[in-house]
């Protein structure tokens, strides 16, 4: 089997054809706003409520509504999983990856600048931030994961001469619930598409926080000949009657969740409760949390570890569950470091994300704003905490939370270890000869293993510092960010208490929507029941 090749990334420089049509694309959807509805088997289903979606970055700027769903609509749409599960998986398995291949072509071509202005004004990314998302990530997604389930397929037991043994990779016994996030359109798209493209049928819910891109993702798969019923959309400003009422369904067969550990804790516990009103155990999928690292040893490239923790803290305004939020600095490099993180950090730039100029833009929301802002007010309260970069917060046009680098005189410092979700970034500086017991911080201070980075240039450090911290990371990088998962070349996702660690991006997470059942054909019979050690 010969993999897909990955979607190449386009630099939307001045000039390109593809910033003018990004451009023209972002004028068309702010002079149209729209108006979405749930799906339900292929219907767009209006409840006569109406939540404004807007512009994080110009918040008085409104992109349309939205129609929540609820406890009723949840029940239609399993109704309508149920029902469109019949053919789906009955459909040959080559068919159902046409669906997704033509997606991907879809996205690469008409579809391309529409998700991604989506993704830009709904969830303020830059150009960039929405190109590495939007378009390449979710494409791999689409290709590679049909290369994989060709691979899956491919898996076959022995045979012999007497006889004929095959697994029949079928769906899961009901429906899979996705629950995707805010930060990653790619994501949204792939915790439905994984299952689906496995012959399950799904209801997913969207992030009430990224309802506008979820719409267009749902016209791509329409588009590609996605059968009614098969991925069933359900926005909500609510999100738990909807939780509710798919996990109390005895059909419920997995889940795919990315979002907060709580979150997630509380699926855990539901499905937990309700496991002898299943028909089967639920397969339970889960990307959480993070409170990623980056430990620098005293060899460290300075120039490169700098580049590393502002693209990992502060590239789509740190709301990536791989940013960097922590990082350890030895004192011998210390005053380098801090002073070229200061000057860089003090140069970005923040604003719409329209102007292609701007580095960042704004966080997603109230909510977030006041979040983050509080582990702010926390530092700037709390002895042995001292801002090296970073202006006061703003929210009179927009959610801005200026990129902040904050030392810390106590590793174990809120900042340290707790999740922020935001463009701050706490630094901790270590005695060069403390290796051993920094280390054992880094793996040992925080609950989540999701990602982290190493910079060091001996080789024989380099393995001492991976051997260390082999537990605390999922995805592990040497001499780069902690963040930039590409799919088929980093499967991503962590353990501990960020995930289940199924890594997207690979076989191992589409073989959890998959459940086998070994056939034997027998080509001559046995006639007796007798055996030939019974013989007199």
Same mark, same amino acid.
């Given at each position: 089997m010969t993999l897909p090749q990955n979607q190449p990334v386009r630099s939307f420089a001045?000039?390109?054809?593809? %910033?003018?049509?990004?451009? $023209?694309?972002?004028?068309?959807? %702010? +002079? #149209?706003?729209r108006r979405v509805l749930p799906v339900i088997n292929g219907r767009k289903i209006d409840t006569g409520t109406g939540t404004e979606m807007r512009e994080p970055h110009a918040h008085a700027r409104s992109l349309g509504s939205y129609a929540s769903a609820g406890a009723p609509e949840a029940e239609a749409a399993i109704n309508a999983a149920m029902a469109a599960r019949h053919d789906w998986a009955r459909m040959p398995a080559a068919s159902r990856r046409n669906v997704f291949l033509r997606a991907a072509e879809l996205l690469a071509g008409p579809f391309n600048a529409r998700l991604l202005a989506a993704t830009m004004l709904q969830q303020s990314k830059t150009a960039y931030q929405a190109e590495i998302d939007a378009s390449c990530e979710l494409i791999d997604f689409l290709r590679f994961n049909v290369a994989f389930s060709e691979e899956i397929e491919a898996m076959q037991p022995l045979s012999s001469a007497a006889e004929l043994n095959r697994l029949d990779h079928r769906p899961l016994d009901g429906f899979v619930f996705a629950a995707s996030p805010f930060n990653f359109t790619a994501?949204?798209?792939? &915790?439905? &598409?994984?299952?689906?493209?496995?012959?399950?049928?799904?209801?997913?819910?969207?992030?009430?926080?990224?309802?506008?891109?979820?719409?267009? &993702?749902? =016209?791509?798969?329409? $588009?590609?000949?996605?059968?009614?019923?098969?991925? #069933?959309?359900?926005?909500?400003?609510?999100?738990?009657?909807?939780?509710?009422a798919v996990l109390a369904s005895p059909h419920l067969a997995g889940v795919h969740f990315t979002g907060s550990t709580a979150a997630f804790d509380r699926i855990w516990r539901a499905t937990g409760a309700n496991v002898s009103n299943y028909r089967s155990y639920p397969r339970l999928v889960g990307e959480t949390g993070g409170k990623d690292f980056v430990f620098a040893h005293a060899s460290a490239n300075v120039d490169a570890l700098v580049t590393a923790l502002v693209r990992g803290a502060f590239d789509y305004q740190g709301q990536k569950c791989s940013a960097a939020s922590r990082a350890y600095i030895p004192l011998s490099l210390w005053k380098p470091v801090t002073e070229r993180l200061a000057d860089t950090v003090s140069s970005l730039t923040m604003g719409d994300v329209s102007d292609f100029r701007n580095f960042m833009g704004a966080v997603i929301d109230q909510r977030a704003y006041q979040q983050i802002s509080g582990f702010l007010d926390y530092a700037a309260t709390a002895p042995g905490h001292r801002k090296l970069a970073g202006d006061s917060p703003s929210d009179n046009q927009g959610w801005f939370i200026p990129p902040t680098v904050i030392a810390c005189d106590d590793p174990r410092s809120r900042l340290m270890t707790d999740e922020i979700f935001g463009p701050v970034l706490g630094l901790y500086a270590y005695p060069d000869g403390k290796l051993a017991e920094t280390l054992a911080l880094v793996d040992q201070s925080t609950p989540y293993a999701l990602t982290g980075a190493i910079f060091a /240039? =001996?080789? $024989?450090?380099?393995?001492?510092?991976?051997? +260390?911290?082999? =537990?605390?990371?999922? #995805?592990?990088?040497? #001499?780069?960010?902690?963040?930039?998962?590409?799919?088929?070349? /980093?499967?991503?996702?962590?353990?501990? %208490?960020?995930?289940?660690? =199924?890594? +997207?991006g690979s076989p191992f997470n589409l073989l959890r929507w998959s459940s086998p059942r070994t056939v034997k054909e027998t080509f001559v019979a046995p006639v007796s029941h007798l055996y030939p050690h019974m013989a007199g």
């Open positions: 001045p000039g390109t054809p593809e %910033r003018a049509s990004l451009m $023209a694309e972002i004028d068309l959807q %702010r +002079a #149209n706003p994501i949204a798209g792939n &915790l439905s &598409l994984a299952p689906a493209l496995m012959g399950n049928t799904v209801v997913w819910k969207p992030s009430e926080r990224a309802v506008y891109s979820a719409a267009f &993702l749902m =016209d791509l798969f329409e $588009a590609a000949g996605l059968p009614p019923g098969v991925i #069933n959309m359900l926005p909500a400003e609510n999100p738990a009657p909807i939780g509710e /240039q =001996d080789q $024989a450090v380099i393995d001492q510092l991976s051997l +260390a911290l082999r =537990d605390a990371a999922g #995805n592990f990088y040497i #001499n780069d960010k902690p963040t930039g998962a590409v799919v088929g070349r /980093q499967p991503f996702g962590g353990g501990r %208490r960020s995930g289940t660690n =199924d890594k +997207a």
